[in-house]
């Protein structure tokens, strides 16, 4: 399969297409290894996930060479993708012990009380992680080190328009000497699909169509999964908002990346009183930002978009706007060079468009006025996804206020991507958008863990207890009685009210 430069057409690699056969061989060495991956525990694992941090930043350089190659990335959003993944494995090596530690939760009785109760964190042994082509290296690392900083072992399928980020990564897991629980499956569909029917757990990253077809695959299986999904992020900017941030902020979250994150502004609602005043300041920042491709030297701002599929939703999008009665107020078309598409804001634009309902993925910002904060809430909420938000107010309690009236897995009030750069947090989407979280604190360590209880006696044990047979009235009517007082209210409790029936005739 040959991986092409969007910006240039040029030919940039070629990788090989892993059958379902090879898939299978694949997952059954990582079966092999992983038990003495999970018994080094947390502390070892640490050691190797440290390893491979230091790797990713002596390698920084050559990363984003190669990222920027299969992505046609200006050289500053390239960098992005090593410096996150550094990030979290910092996060996940140095706490995975205490968030993957035994615990030991009070027993719900005191008749339990004989009993050591522990829940224990077993991985589940191969995890299948399969990623999309928008941050080729961060996706793939932001799944992959959690499932291994939890014992796992994983198995990637990155996407086959930008696979060669992905084999770096595992180049540098196998160049630092850590153990082979780290493969890397090359291919588009169908490997996929191979990867989903062979492993114990998924983590997919993908559009909503895709992310359905796992999902089915996986019930079939009976295997978990998690799924992060596609987004139509609203920015809601209310009259009272610093409406200078408010245009920097929007237009960053509409546009990096050339506005290919799952996660970035893709309508924009504004209070009608400061709406012109905002849209003259948004329209005038767009305007001056660089677009183009650059190589070790920054130059741009905006760089191409990740293949002509990409770019045809983009066009269809703003024709059908424009079609429809709204205005580019800047940008509008593609360059004619390569994939890319001009940074876009739109204007007059309502729900009938596409460019509001679906996920566009590309360097658009359409803005709409509302009338007031309670219209712009209907609005941000008139959508199947609900991945995250940002509010624009001066006033950060009624920010805090309206994020909890709108359906998202994530609010930033006068910021954007904020939640995704801070690690406690869960990072997931709501209705379409998603399934369980992606990561976040220590359930984002777990969520790759089998949860067992493991019960052991406190005190001496008896030859028997007293549930077990030959059945007794005396002895069973003790237990009943006992775990009616330890769990039931008033009368109930004593069996009094038992009694009184008994006695009355009533009988029971
Ligand atoms: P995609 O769904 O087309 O492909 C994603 C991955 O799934 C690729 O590796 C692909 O080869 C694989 N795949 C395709 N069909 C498969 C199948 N039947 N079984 C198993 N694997 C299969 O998505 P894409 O076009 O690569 O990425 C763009 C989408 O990803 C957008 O919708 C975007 O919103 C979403 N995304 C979401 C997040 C998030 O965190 N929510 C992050 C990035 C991208």
Known sequence: MEVHNPATGEEVGRVTVDSADEVAAKVDRLRQHQPEWE????????????????????????????????????????????????????YYARRAGKFLADEHPSPHSPLARVKRLTTVYRPYPVVGVITPWNFPLAMPALDVIPALAAGAAVLLKPSEVTPLSALELARGWSEIGAPPVLSVSTGAAE??????????????????????????????????????????????VLADADLDRAAYGIAFGGLFNAGQVCISVERV????PVYDEFVTKLTEHVRELRQGADGRESRYDIGALASHAQRDVVTRHVDDAIAKGARAVTGGRPTGVGTFFEPTVLVDVDHGMACMTEETFGPTLPVMKVADEAEAVALANDSIYGLSASVWTGDRARGERIARQLDAGAVNVNDVFANLFNFALPMGGWQQSGVGARWGGAEGLRKYCRKQAVTAPILPTQQKELFWFPYSTRKLGFALTAMRAAGARGLRRLGVRDVINTVGGKGK
């Open 191 to 236: 490997t996929g699909a191979a990867v989903v029917n062979t492993v114990d757990y998924v983590q997919f990253t993908g559009s909503t169509r895709t992310g359905r077809a796992i999902a089915a695959a996986c019930a079939e299986r009976l295997v978990p999964y998690s799924l992060e999904l596609g987004g139509k992020d609203p920015a809601l």
């Open 39 to 90: 018994a080094i525990g947390p502390a070892g694992r640490k050691r190797w996930l440290l390893k491979l941090q230091d790797w990713l930043i002596d390698n920084t350089d050559h990363l984003a060479d190669v990222l920027q190659s299969e992505t046609g990335k200006p050289r500053m959003d390239a960098l992005i993708d090593p410096g996150f993944a550094v990030d979290l494995i910092g």
């Open 269 to 272: 609602y504004v209070e009608a």
